[in-house]
C-alpha cells in the first residue's frame, strides 16, 4: 500500500481449508496491527482495488456474504475485531 508504520504482532494461527476447485489451504499466519495517518499510493502491479469500511460494516458483510471473503481473513477478522475493541475501550 506504499506506508511504512510501526508494526506489533498481535496473534498467529493456523488453519486448514478445501477449496472448491480440489485445492487445500494450510497455512500459518502471522497477524500484525500499525496505526498509518498518511496518503496511501498502492503499487498498481499489486493493487486494483481498496476502500476504508468500519468494522461492523465489515462483520454485516461477513455474516451476509461469506463467499466474497477468504477464510483466512474470516479466521482473522473477529479477533482483529477484538483486539481493537478492546484497545479502544481501555
Known amino acids: ?3 511504512t508504520a510501526e508494526i506489533k504482532k498481535i496473534f498467529d494461527f493456523i488453519y486448514k481449508a478445501e ?3 480440489g485445492l487445500t489451504g494450510y497455512e500459518y499466519d502471522h497477524v500484525f496491527i500499525g496505526k498509518y ?3 496511501i ?3 498498481p502491479a499489486e493493487v486494483s482495488d481498496y476502500c476504508y469500511r468500519k468494522m461492523d460494516e465489515i462483520h454485516e458483510d ?3 456474504h461469506p463467499q466474497l ?3 483466512w481473513f474470516k479466521i482473522s477478522f473477529p479477533k482483529v475485531q477484538k483486539y481493537l475493541t478492546a484497545l ?3
Open 19 to 21: 477449496f472448491d476447485n
Open 41 to 43: 499510493s498502492p503499487d
Open 1 to 3: 500500500m506504499g506506508i
Open 88 to 90: 479502544w475501550d481501555y
Open 62 to 64: 461477513i455474516m451476509s
Open 69 to 71: 471473503f477468504t477464510d
Open 37 to 39: 495517518t498518511g496518503k
